[in-house]
């Protein structure tokens, strides 16, 4: 039982404990057997339940098999600097032939990431996201890299996106992780980050449009488009145009959006029922802050249907997620009003822990009321929004 509390696997409780004098054991190919020291023998039956039971996925993050001098295998978990010869993965070990339960019996509101992610192996995969350096594109980033992807954190400010490398390798120094300039702000940054990321001759298997502007002043960016559109929107359209090769190159691969029920309280149409272009881009006059947020977040959702309707067929899918009401974020911090009332709210809000299970689980969002033609209209049309000298 010492050993089994170390490795974290007594409980008590379960009527999976075993009768005394009995031990579990794996094999190699992940079958669990039982051991009985009294009568010294074995069998895959548990000796109190009857059930036949398999390791559910890899190990956990941070965790790595190794085998000692004599040649016996034994666990070595980096996160908590100890070792075991009890296999980690026992305390998730699922029956010979289970039922599979459905999404919403598995996951819930308090469900993490790494909880989610609990087996995945992520190795050989490579996934990008945006605004990385913070927030949830920070916590997504760290549980892919945590899980053996090879992560790239596509960031504005390269300072802080090497302090968040640096904080990931410092869970687990294995973790294979980097920082690329991107602003979103600036299409031409735009254009030389997906050419040097195509120079790496990588694949790409997750792109998480992440990055993102709230509540910001009216300013025009150096393309001469209003900021928040940009940044929000038209910078990630933008991006994916031009890694759309590497994606279905790399098929099956994901793309990931993340948006917001806000868009739910906008139009981007005119009186007359058309679609109204100058209301992406609203001049001075007309802009307002929550509003331009708003639209930004209604174009999010039409591109991912439309980017999905169009390259499903080539294995590449499309997922817009709402992170959630009740999220804590620096994403206000570009007016003391919302900063004041984010921090009022703070203690009933959500932890970014318990939140980036969804970026990670990547539900699929509707289009609600959104017509489907306005969706490839507005696919089209934009396009014409990228082009520059």
């Known amino acids: 039982m010492a050993a089994l509390r170390y490795a974290g696997l007594d409980d008590t409780d379960s009527e999976d404990e075993l009768p005394p004098g009995w031990e579990q054991r794996t094999t190699k190919d992940g079958w669990v057997y039982y051991a009985n020291h009294t009568e010294e023998k074995t069998q895959w039956e548990h000796p109190k ?6 390791i559910a996925g890899d190990l956990p993050y941070g965790w790595e098999q190794e085998t000692d001098e004599n040649g016996q295998v034994f666990f070595v978990d980096h996160i908590n600097k100890r070792t075991t010869y009890l296999d980690p993965r ?23 990431a790494m ?21 949830i594109g920070f916590e997504t980033a760290k549980s892919f890299a945590l899980h053996g992807a090879h992560v790239i954190l596509a960031c504005r400010n390269m300072t802080r996106a090497n302090e968040a490398v640096s904080r990931i390798l410092g869970e687990w ?5 980097e920082a690329m300039t991107l602003d979103l702000a600036l299409l031409r940054s735009v254009q030389h980050f997906a ?34 559109f940009q940044v929000n929107h038209l910078g990630h359209f933008y991006l994916v145009q031009l890694l759309q090769d590497v994606l279905c190159r790399s098929a099956p ?7 917001s029920e806000s868009h739910r309280f906008t139009d981007i149409n005119d009186s007359s029922g058309k679609l109204d272009f100058s209301r992406l881009s609203p001049s001075k006059n007309d802009y307002w802050a929550m509003l331009a947020y708003n ?11 439309e980017l999905h309707r169009r390259l499903s067929p080539r294995g590449v899918t499309s997922n817009a997620v709402h992170p959630g009401n009740m999220l804590y974020s620096s994403i206000h911090r570009n007016w003391w009003v919302y900063t004041l009332l984010f921090t009022l709210a703070r203690p ?23 017509a489907h033609n306005k969706m490839a209209i507005v696919f089209e049309n934009q396009r014409q929004f990228c082009h520059f000298q």
């Open 90 to 112: 026992l305390a998730f070990t699922v029956d010979d032939n289970p039922t599979k339960p459905t999404s919403r019996q598995r996951y819930d509101s308090s469900t993490t």
């Open 173 to 177: 120094h294995k973790a294979k992780v």
């Open 49 to 54: 339940t009857g059930k036949r039971k398999r």
């Open 253 to 259: 691969a994901r793309v990931v959006v993340v948006s």
């Open 115 to 135: 909880e989610i992610l609990q087996g995945r192996d992520f190795t050989g995969q490579v996934v990008v996201v945006t605004g990385a350096n913070s927030g």
């Open 348 to 370: 009933f809000t959500k932890s970014m822990v318990l939140m980036r299970y969804r970026l990670c689980a990547t539900h699929r969002a509707g289009p609600g009321n959104i």
């Open 295 to 305: 639209r930004s977040k209604l174009c999010n959702i039409l591109f991912s249907n």
């Open 195 to 228: 050419q040097a990321f195509k120079a790496k001759n990588v694949s790409l298997h997750v792109l998480v449009c992440n990055a993102g502007a709230f509540a910001l002043p009216w300013s025009l960016t150096k393309d001469g488009l209003e900021t928040t």
